[in-house]
């Protein structure tokens, strides 16, 4: 029989190893957060990292892309000076078969070897002024190129950043966080990925993991920009000036005779004038004239250099209107001194050793168009932005998940009710939070151990990620 004090005995044993349990289980539930911390903290960092390589990737991918829409630019060039050229030839062959000016007098004037430039340009001639196919359609696909390619490209990239941004950072976070036990998600690789991006922050919700961005500078920072900013034009300006083709094409040569008693100083010339232009449009042109300027003399004005045209191009992107002043194409009915009188107001540009303008005249009449739609779009850097480095573009992130997870019905057989259900609640409502910034910054590996170092740009693939201990 057993007496009251055995029963009180029993009680308080039976109460002593509930209390026992409840430390060994809180004692298990304090480890493991403690163990769960560190590989939260662990995958958040790992997260973050693989979105700043991500970032850096993109930033890099946006440089590139600025580069190859350059060289596209500096090809448009090309190609617009290769076609004026081309006409150029057209028109130059038309007057040395017209013999106006005779190739004789210009061998005879200023030597054989310009005589011989002069006839050359019959080789190929076809008699009509009409640009080669395979300079318009390269010219065509370049164009192109820049504007539905990679324009298109690099606005898709900044776009859909913030969409590639969370699905990396879901993607490296559930596998730092998921068990090695774990074979079908860790051996998918990309493939599941790729097809289902959304797969990752549906395994993170199941096992309770809760994370967002405190902020991120990547759409202060970089941002899409017209094509003709100052920044760009100047970078397109310094690479244009290492292609010698696209140089002014000026050249001047002049006889050594005395031509007029009336004005013994005067010569005659023979003027080259050509040159390649990115207009303010965005769109690229080319000129390019020779002509022989003769010296003449009447009773009214005296001496004065009569222009005879050699050749003639003009190359523009699109069709307009021809504003100038039009020019005879021979001076037939109105001398070649009063025509020019009229159009200048004055008799000065008869005697001044300007440029081919009756050539420049006969170029815009005849000019040809080749399309186009300019300069694209491009991504570049926003500097000066408030509390933050222009060196680097951040990214905050903050993950989080719960503390504990006690069973709230039973434990070890025994319903849990009033306060103690109360408790266990509000400890399953604990969470663990972890922190981490990732960043992409600039940095040039030529300026290494420099203490000066050449701003960040959009145009040099230097880009490089790192965690940062920055919080903000």
Known sequence: MINRQDGQAMMAGMVMILVLLGAA?????????????????????????????????????????????IAHQVALAHLVTLASAERFRQTQSVQSMAHHPPAALIGMLFGPHHAAAYVASNAGNTGAYVLPEKIMLAYRWHDQTVHELIERSQHALLMEWEKRRDQVFEEALYRNLSDSSDRQVKTSGMRSFQTDPKRFAALLKNMGVEWKVIMDETKQKVMMQDGQHDTWMQMLAAVVKTQSYLDDR???????????????????????????????????????????????????????????????????????????????RNFSTESYWKWLSKREGSTKALKSY???????????????????????????LKHGVPDSDDRSISIQFQTRKKLFSFPMKRSMGIELSGALTDGVSGLNQLHMRASAVSQAFFSDPSENGMDKRSAPSMFRPYWQGRISGKMQ
């Not at 990292?49 to 829409?69: D, G, I, W």
């Open 354 to 380: 300007g440029d081919n303008r009756l050539a420049t005249a006969w170029s815009r009449l005849d000019a040809a168009h080749l399309g186009g739609k300019g300069q694209a779009s491009h991504s570049t």
């Open 25 to 69: 289980s809180l004692s298990y539930q304090i480890g493991h957060a403690i163990k769960a911390k560190s590989l939260l903290m662990v995958a958040t960092d790992a997260a973050a990292f693989s979105v700043a390589q991500e970032q850096s990737s993109v930033l890099n991918t946006l440089a590139y892309l600025n580069r190859a829409q």
């Open 250 to 328: 000026r050249y001047t040569v002049k006889n050594k005779w005395v031509i007029h008693p009336r004005c013994p100083w005067r010569r005659h010339i023979l003027r080259r004038h050509g040159q390649t232009r990115l207009r303010d449009n965005g769109t690229w042109s080319a000129q390019d004239t020779l002509s022989f300027h003769a010296v003449r003399s009447n009773k009214w004005i005296g001496c004065y250099m009569r222009e005879y045209p050699m050749g003639w191009s003009m190359i523009h992107p699109a069709s307009h209107a021809n504003h100038s002043k039009p020019a005879p």
